[in-house]
Nanobody, 124 residues
Framework: QLKLVESGGGLVQPGGSLRLSCAAS????????IGWFRQVPGKERQGISC????????NYSLSQKGRLTISKDDSKNTVYLEMRNLKPDDTGVYYC?????????????????WGQGTQVTVSS
C-alpha cells in the first residue's frame, strides 16, 4: 500500500493558479493510478482528475476540464495537479488517492489509500 502526502494548498485570489503535489512512498504496486478529489463541508466529495502512473492514461472531470493539468514525475514519485483561473467555488480540501488497477483510471473508481488533504481557499 502507498502512503500519500499532499502539499501546495493555500490562499489564492480569484483568477490565480496553484499547483498541488501528491508524493507517494512505500512499496509501489505494479499498476496504480493517482486521483485528485475535492471535499467541501456539507457536500459530496467530487472527483477532479486521475492519471495512471504506468500507462499515462489521464481522465478529467468534465466540469473541470480546461482549467486543470494533471502530470507526474516518476523520478520523484509525485503527481501534480495544476489549477488555473481559480474561482471561489474551487475552495475545499483537496485529497489524492491511489487506485490499484491496470492501464486506466476514472474519477468514479474505488480508490483505496488516501492522503491527509491540503486546503485550498480562493478568496479576495
Amino acid at each position: 500500500q502507498l502512503k500519500l502526502v499532499e502539499s501546495g494548498g493555500g490562499l489564492v485570489q480569484p483568477g490565480g493558479s496553484l499547483r498541488l503535489s501528491c508524493a507517494a512512498s512505500g512499496r509501489k504496486p505494479d499498476h496504480y493510478a493517482i486521483g485528485w478529489f475535492r471535499q467541501v463541508p456539507g457536500k459530496e466529495r467530487q472527483g477532479i482528475s486521475c492519471i495512471h502512473v504506468q500507462s499515462g492514461w489521464i481522465n478529467y472531470s468534465l466540469s473541470q476540464k480546461g482549467r486543470l493539468t494533471i502530470s507526474k514525475d516518476d523520478s520523484k514519485n509525485t503527481v501534480y495537479l495544476e489549477m488555473r483561473n481559480l474561482k471561489p467555488d474551487d475552495t475545499g480540501v483537496y485529497y489524492c488517492a491511489a487506485l490499484y488497477k491496470e492501464n486506466f483510471c476514472g474519477i468514479g473508481d474505488e480508490y483505496e489509500d488516501w492522503g491527509q488533504g491540503t486546503q485550498v481557499t480562493v478568496s479576495s
